[in-house]
């Protein structure tokens, strides 16, 4: 057993210190387990390992709650071991997207800064049980330091009855202090959320905690199992240089200050890739108020463009964590983690000018986004933060290539299959194609700049086609839809394997 006395600085709590295998004894079927981690960062991975080898022997099923995806030795485990009832706010794992594709596991899909409130409520199915947290240290008076995440990692420790901390030593120390954690009091009580700039803190750097409420403290040496990005390829590039653009004529038509508003970007390549544009731009100063902090995060930083980002998350790929570890020092003064409450807190999104970049699978004509169903039925990953930032932004942009499947699949419809986010929540539309401002356009005028922007050529025509017929039909209605047709191009696909006629 590794030794972690030394970061366990609460003497009185070395006496807690056991195996993965007798705290995962301590999990009973049927418990609300709240755990840290989001995206494959900062979660706990010994002890969920240990329950999963448990459950093969003695097969049962928990609720998981946790504060967004989270890595192959959580989810994917208790996934592979059918150990998993209900599953929420968010994941990535293809064995658990696969279980609650086929009916194994209940999902439940919800905007990210709702998910802790709600569990403080009791509305999910009771509290917490157990709460299983990564840490990088205790502090003397039994206060949990978080590691590479934030989530919901201390609403969970306030809620739980119990709290199983792994003190993982793969995780540097000097995380210790990148954290600002606050837990705001829940209606009738909540008081306003005191943040005003990017960088102001509010809360303490440690979890509240105290040595009573941790049963067990486990040793832990795994590493945070993220992820590489794909390359940043042309329509990537493409999308960066477009929004820059925009961005630009934004400043010079004096509806945005020389540098900027602060950015959110959401999570994976194109995301990356997006803000990674900006390492190359005029932009100075840029201050990021987002979810996760990724590599191209990590390069406005190296390239002295970065005033400062708050996330809740460190989500780099491989290279960029072992860049984030190596750097600490330095990144210390430039980054905070915070509660994914307070990192997609729609009061502080509205109040400070967000300016939401996020990723769409599909989008339509009218304007609505489809984040996270294939064809309308099989589950992606989920909503995760986007609602929450799309709804109450400065500015609304989504991203999506403008064909998928090689070709086969236009992400441009005429109705989406399944939505997110409505046409009222929506301002700019960006692929590889073009740009679509549709600010201040009623549905048919945003369905040709969508169209004549957006769509790729092979799928152009068929769209103006199909919005034309749909005019006529029903005489110019508010938003013309050929109800019998609207969703004819997912079926086809379906049918056919490929969208085109």
């Given at each position: 057993?590794?030794?972690i006395r030394d970061r366990v600085r609460c003497k009185a709590l070395h006496d807690k210190i056991v195996s ?214 042309d329509n990537s590039q493409k999308m960066s240089e477009l929004i820059i653009d925009f961005f630009k004529s ?243 696909f379906l049918e056919t394997g490929t969208m085109k006629k």
């Open positions: 057993m590794i030794d993965a295998e007798e705290a995962a004894a301590f999990i009973k079927p049927g418990m609300n387990i709240g755990a840290s981690g989001f995206t494959p960062a900062g979660y706990p991975k010994a002890v969920p390992l240990a329950l999963a080898e448990r459950m093969k022997k003695d097969p049962f099923k928990i609720n998981l709650w946790t504060g967004a995806s989270v890595g192959k030795e959580l989810d994917g485990a208790l996934a592979e071991v059918g150990g998993i009832h209900k599953r929420m706010p968010y994941q990535t794992n293809t064995e658990l997207r696969n279980s609650l594709n086929n009916g194994q596991v209940e999902y439940f899909d919800l905007h990210l800064s709702e998910s802790a409130q709600l569990t403080r409520y009791g509305f999910l199915g009771g509290k917490v049980d157990v709460a299983i947290v990564e840490a990088c240290a205790i502090t003397e008076e039994g206060h949990i330091v978080p590691t590479t995440s934030m989530g919901n990692t201390a609403s969970f420790v306030q809620s739980a009855d119990i709290v199983i901390v792994e003190v993982n030593t793969s995780q540097p120390l000097e995380l210790e202090g990148m954290h600002d954690v606050y837990v705001p009091l829940d209606p009738p009580h909540r008081q306003p959320i005191p943040i005003v700039k990017v960088n102001d803190r509010i809360g303490t750097p440690y979890i509240p905690c105290g040595p009573d409420k941790i049963k067990y403290i486990v040793p832990c040496d795994i590493s945070d199992d993220v992820r590489p990005f794909g390359p940043i390829d934004e400043i010079k038509a004096g509806r945005l200050p020389k540098n900027m508003l602060p950015l959110q970007s959401g999570v994976g390549s194109v995301a990356n890739a997006v803000i990674t544009g900006f390492v190359n731009s005029d932009f100075t100063d840029l201050e990021v108020y987002t979810e996760v902090i990724q590599d191209g995060m990590l390069d406005l930083a190296d390239a002295g463009k970065l005033k400062f980002a708050s996330g809740t998350s460190f989500s780099p790929s491989p290279d960029g964590l072992a860049r984030l570890y190596q750097n600490i020092g330095e990144y210390r003064t430039k980054m905070m983690l915070r509660p994914q409450e307070i990192a997609n807190s729609p009061e502080i999104a509205r109040r400070i000018g967000i300016i939401a970049m996020n990723t769409a699978i599909e989008f339509d004509i009218y304007g609505h986004v489809n984040s996270t169903h294939v064809m309308g039925t099989k589950m992606m990953n989920g909503i995760g933060g986007s609602g929450d930032f799309a709804r109450n932004a400065y500015l609304t942009c989504f991203f999506s290539t403008s064909t998928a499947k090689n070709g086969a699949i236009s992400s441009i419809v005429p109705m989406c299959s399944h939505i997110d986010h409505t046409e009222h929540d929506t301002d700019i539309f960006v692929t590889e194609m073009g740009l679509a401002d549709v600010r201040g356009l009623s549905p048919r005028e945003r369905a040709r700049v969508i169209i004549n922007n957006c769509a790729h050529p092979d799928y152009k025509p068929m769209l103006l086609d199909y919005l034309e017929r749909a005019e006529k039909a029903t005489k110019k209605a508010h938003t013309p839809h050929l109800v019998d047709e609207a969703l004819s191009w997912h079926a086809r």
